[in-house]
């Protein structure tokens, strides 16, 4: 098992448990989701496995799909 597919299983472990924590700053887990964002971005820039893409970018529009600050922020600054 390499470094990318470890950190996605961990961060898709994170969100599965965690899920609508780490995008509610009501909560302390919110700083979480900019730790996943970056590490799909990570994972995105620096993977050529469509596999882990596909997850990864599975992973994206999870968090996306729970309302996150950050998602929406890095969706904004690429429509630039």
């Not at 994170?14 to 780490?22: D, E, F, N, P, Q």
């Not at 700053?25 to 730790?35: D, K, Q, T």
């Not at 995105?44 to 990864?56: A, C, G, I, M």
Request: proline share 4%.
């Amino acid at each position: 098992m390499e470094f990318p597919d470890l950190a996605l299983r961990i961060a898709e472990m994170v969100v599965s448990v965690h899920g609508r924590y780490i995008t509610d700053i009501r909560y302390p887990l919110l700083h979480v989701e900019n730790e996943i964002v970056n590490l799909v971005i990570a994972v995105l820039n620096q993977e050529s496995d469509p596999t882990l893409h596909s997850r990864d970018l599975d992973l994206f529009e999870r968090v996306m799909d729970l309302g996150g600050y950050y998602t929406d922020k890095v969706l904004a600054a690429s429509d630039r």
